[in-house]
């Protein structure tokens, strides 16, 4: 009698350890995922809220928001304006841009139709600091459509290999994110490095021109389109094609790790004047970047106006901005309080209130409070995209109906 009590009891304290064991497994395969931490937080101010607003420049806005509007009339009704869908969807916008003044409205009636349109959100990151905010142009450089003399350096066309992945199509939780690449032996692998192509080139690859210093079509690879001045005195625009799939490690970021250059005082002239001082090192400090661009050749067209961006609109400048396309959607306006260099080095900085409209990407742009200025091309913006670099605050304009969805604030996640 004791040895069967004994052996029930045996049998049953077995069955309650293998049922915890089953029932804690269980458990752990199908306790939900922890939340995902707050990115940012959208606050609901007013125009009131915006630092010199009523004194603002709104028109390289206003003619950068119409030529979104081309855009957006076409997108389908139902996609979403940025991550979760924070700013409503394209149907949201569609009957703004009907209501968008034509061009040459008197700065009265475009600030109108902006207040009247939309509302603030003052965009506050959860960690870091705010920014920072940069500046971006369209350098120049000489090149001929032959390779003669110094110019040997080529500027390519995309591969026949190269492709284009947008993830968003396979899984929805990844919208906005991308991998471009190159295809070999079907397989799908990132493109060959910047040392590879500078030391081998490409195969089956159309070289679109030979420019005649490398250090400029390097930096023409970083600003990501441009304009060449061909040496039959003509003029064409390298826009932007494609990327062969590594990431972007900015050289100004390797030049202050090795002790060749002070982070104090550090900007795009400065990284040039240390390449161009220092040939016989300037190629290895180069391939430490292992990004690199392709292009594609575009008529000049209007020669106030940069090459199209990621929308696919011709860029305005001070009047189009890049952003993080993972987060903010394509066409909506940013109002941004920082400053800005002087175009002389030995005058001082400026503040710099401006609204802008999210018109490109950068592969260093991340994040929910970051954007990236366009200045457009010459001397100027070259001396004031190369040394902008300062914190500020961040506001998106949101359609009226869509931010009276927020009662005050609201939580962003990202990706």
Request: aromatic residues 10%; hydrophobic residues 40%.
């Amino acid at each position: 009698m004791w040895q069967r009590t004994w052996r029930f009891a045996s049998a049953l304290l077995l069955f309650v350890i293998v049922a915890a064991g089953v029932a804690l497994l269980l458990w752990r395969i199908e306790k939900p995922s922890p939340p995902i931490a707050p990115l940012a937080i959208l606050r609901r101010v007013t125009f009131a809220d915006l630092p010199s607003w009523k004194e603002t420049d709104l028109g390289p806005a206003m003619e950068a928001f119409q030529r979104s509007c081309a855009v957006l009339n076409v997108k389908p009704a139902g996609a979403k304006m940025g991550v979760e869908g924070y700013a409503g969807t394209v149907a949201d916008w569609r009957g703004l841009c009907a209501r968008v003044p034509q061009a040459g409205a008197n700065a009265a009636a475009t600030r109108a139709f902006f207040e009247s349109a939309f509302l603030p959100l003052e965009i506050r990151r959860f960690e870091g600091s705010e920014g920072p905010f940069t500046g971006y142009y369209e350098p120049e450089l000489a090149a001929s459509r032959t390779a003669h003399g110094n110019y040997r350096t080529p500027i390519y066309g995309l591969p026949m290999t190269w492709v284009r992945a947008d993830l968003g199509a396979f899984r929805q939780d990844l919208g906005g994110e991308h991998v471009e690449g190159c295809v070999h032996e079907h397989r799908f692998l990132p493109c060959p490095a910047r040392a590879e192509i500078d030391a081998h080139g490409l195969a089956d690859t159309p070289i679109l021109l030979y420019a005649n210093d490398p250090i400029s079509v390097f930096f023409l690879h970083i600003q990501g389109s441009g304009r060449a001045r061909l040496d039959d005195g003509s003029m064409v625009r390298l826009a932007y094609a494609g990327q062969n799939g590594w990431p972007y490690t900015p050289v100004g970021r390797v030049l202050i790790a090795r002790g060749l250059l002070d982070r104090k005082g550090m900007s795009m002239q400065a990284i040039r004047a240390w390449l161009e001082a220092n040939p016989g090192e300037a190629q290895n400090v180069m391939n430490s970047d292992q990004s690199y661009v392709f292009f594609s050749e575009k008529p000049m067209g209007d020669i106030e106006l940069g090459s199209p961006g990621t929308e696919g609109v011709p860029l305005t400048p001070r009047g189009s901005l890049a952003v993080d396309p993972r987060i903010h959607p394509l066409g909506a306006p940013f109002y941004i309080v920082s400053t800005r260099p002087d175009p002389d080095p030995r005058r001082p900085d400026h503040p710099f209130r401006q609204l802008l409209i999210a018109q490109d990407t950068g592969g260093a742009i991340r994040g929910p409070a970051r954007g990236d200025v366009f200045w457009g091309y010459g001397q100027d913006a070259e001396s004031i995209a190369g040394r902008m670099k300062a914190a500020g605050r961040m506001f998106v304009f949101v359609p009226r109906t869509v931010a009276a969805r927020f009662r005050t604030s609201a939580e962003l996640h990202g990706p």
